[in-house]
C-alpha cells in the first residue's frame, strides 16, 4: 500500500504554508507506536529523542490515549473561571512527587517558556528585579524567558529586553558568589543544561546556590523543564542535589506529549506572592492537559521508571564507554538525559546519519548528540543504537 502523500509533497507544502523559523523539517511523521514512529514513506525510525524529552512514556501509550479520549468526551477546557477534578488531582500529585511542604502550590500554563514567564513575574513580586541566570542556559523564547537565555543568536535580533539580568558562568563559585547580592530577585538555573549539551550543575554548586539565595533573600528557581518528571532517574533533577528550592517550572514530559507546563511554588510564603488577578492563562490547567499528565505520573509510578531510567542512563553510559571509539570522548548526563560527546565538531554529520540508518537523536551543540529517549525504551532498543554508533561515525575526522 503506497502513501497518499510522499514526505517530499508534504515538505514542499510545509516550505510554502509554515513560518520557516524551524528550518527544513528532517522528517514528516504520520504514526508513532512506543519507542517507533514513522514517516510518510512508511520508513521507521527509533524514538531517541521523544520530541525533546516530551514523550516520556513513548508515542500512543495506552493510558495516555485512554485518560486523553475519556477527558475530551467529557470536558476538553472551561477556563480558569472554573475548576475541574483533574486539575486539582494533578496539582496534589505534583506537590507529592516533589516532596513540596504544606502551603505550596502550583500555576499551570501550556510550555516550558510561560512556567518561565509566570516564575518570572513571582521574582517580581519580592519588590526586586535583577536575575541571574547561568551561561549557555535555555529558559525559553518569549521576551521575558529570553533575557534569561544566553544564546546571543536567539536574543541579539529582539533587543532591548527586560534588562537587570546577569549571566554567570556555571559552576564558578566565585563569580555565584559575586552575582547573589540582596538586589538580586530570583536566580535561575537549569540542574542540567539540556540544550547546552547536557551539562550538568554539580551538586555542589546547587547547594552554595541554596545557601546564598537563603542568605540573601534571593528565589531560587531551578527550571526543570527538561529534566523534571522522572527523565533523570528521580521525578525532579534537584531531588538528588539534596536542597530545597523555593519554586522549579516543569513542562516537556509532564504532558507526555500533549501541552502543558507548570510552576511550583515551594511554602506559603512564595507561593503568596502572586495574589488574584495578579496572573492567568486561558487555556492553562485545563482539563485534557491536566488529565494527560496524571495518566502519566500514575505510569511512572505503577512502572517503576524512575529506576528503569536511571539503569537503562547507566547501561547506555557504560556501552557507549566501552566502545571504545577515538571520537567519542565520552557520555554527560544522569539517567534518561544523555550526551555522547565527540571530539571533533561533527555531531550534526552523525545525527543526520543516525536519521538515514533509522534512529532519532539530535546534536544540542557542535560536538554533543542528545539523548532523550521514552523513559520506557529498552536496554535491546539501547543497544541496537550503540551497535550502530561505530557505523554512524566512521571516517569522520578527529580533532587534532
Ligand atoms: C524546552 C525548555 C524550555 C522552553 O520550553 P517550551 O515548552 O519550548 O516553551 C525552558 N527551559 C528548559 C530547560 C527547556 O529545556
Redesign the pocket.
Known amino acids: 500500500m503506497s502513501p497518499a502523500v510522499d514526505s517530499a509533497t508534504y515538505l514542499d507544502r510545509y516550505a510554502h504554508s509554515v513560518m520557516g523559523v524551524f528550518g527544513r523539517p528532517k522528517a514528516v511523521l504520520t504514526r508513532g507506536e512506543g519507542c517507533y514512529v514513522w514517516d510518510a514513506d512508511g520508513k521507521r525510525y527509533l524514538d531517541l529523542l521523544a520530541g525533546?524529552?516530551v514523550n516520556v512514556l513513548g508515542h500512543g501509550h495506552p493510558d495516555v490515549v485512554d485518560a486523553v479520549c475519556k477527558q475530551a468526551g467529557s470536558l476538553i477546557h472551561v477556563s480558569n473561571f472554573f475548576a475541574t477534578p483533574p486539575q486539582i488531582e494533578l496539582a496534589e500529585r505534583l506537590l507529592a512527587v516533589a516532596g513540596a511542604p504544606d502551603g505550596s502550590a502550583v500555576f499551570f500554563g501550556?510550555?516550558?517558556?510561560?512556567?518561565?514567564e509566570a516564575a518570572i513575574k513571582l521574582s517580581r513580586r519580592t519588590g526586586r528585579t535583577a536575575l541571574v541566570a547561568a551561561e549557555a542556559?535555555?529558559?525559553?523564547?518569549?521576551t521575558g524567558?529570553l533575557a534569561l537565555?544566553h544564546k546571543h543568536a536567539y536574543r541579539e535580533p529582539f533587543a532591548p529586553l527586560i534588562p537587570s539580568v546577569t549571566h554567570v558562568p556555571l559552576n564558578d563559585e566565585r563569580a555565584l558568589r559575586a552575582a547573589v547580592t540582596e538586589d538580586v530577585a530570583a536566580l535561575f538555573l537549569?540542574p542540567i543544561?539540556?540544550?547546552a549539551g547536557v551539562v550538568a550543575a554539580d551538586a555542589a554548586y546547587l547547594q552554595l546556590a541554596r545557601e546564598l539565595t537563603t542568605a540573601t533573600g534571593t528565589l531560587l528557581i531551578l527550571?526543570?523543564?527538561?529534566?523534571g518528571v522522572g527523565r533523570t532517574g528521580t521525578w525532579f533533577a534537584f531531588q538528588q542535589a539534596g536542597i530545597v528550592p523555593d519554586a522549579i517550572?516543569v513542562?516537556?514530559g509532564l504532558g507526555g506529549g500533549v501541552?502543558i507546563?507548570a510552576l511550583l511554588t515551594f511554602g506559603p510564603t512564595v507561593s503568596g506572592l502572586l495574589t488574584a488577578g495578579q496572573h492567568g492563562s486561558t487555556f492553562g490547567g485545563n482539563p485534557l492537559a491536566t488529565a494527560a499528565g496524571l495518566a502519566v505520573l500514575d505510569a511512572i509510578d505503577r512502572d517503576g521508571l524512575l529506576a528503569h531510567a536511571t539503569s537503562v542512563g547507566n547501561h547506555l553510559a557504560d556501552s557507549v564507554a566501552a566502545l571504545g571509539h577515538p571520537l567519542i570522548s565520552g557520555v554527560r548526563g544522569v539517567g534518561l538525559l544523555r550526551a555522547i560527546v565527540l571530539s571533533a565538531d561533527v555531531a550534526a554529520i552523525v545525527a543526520d546519519r543516525a536519521l538515514t540508518a533509522g534512529f532519532i537523536i539530535n546534536a544540542p551543540t557542535p560536538d554533543a548528540l542528545r539523548f532523550a529517549p521514552p523513559l520506557i525504551v529498552t536496554v535491546a532498543q539501547v543497544d541496537e543504537f550503540v551497535a550502530a554508533l561505530p557505523q554512524l561515525l566512521n571516517g569522520l575526522g578527529v580533532a587534532s
Request: without cysteine.
Open positions: 525533546i524529552a501550556n510550555s516550558g517558556t510561560e512556567a518561565i542556559s535555555f529558559h525559553g523564547r518569549t524567558a537565555t537549569e543544561q539540556g540544550e527550571d526543570e523543564v527538561q529534566t517550572t513542562a516537556k501541552p507546563g
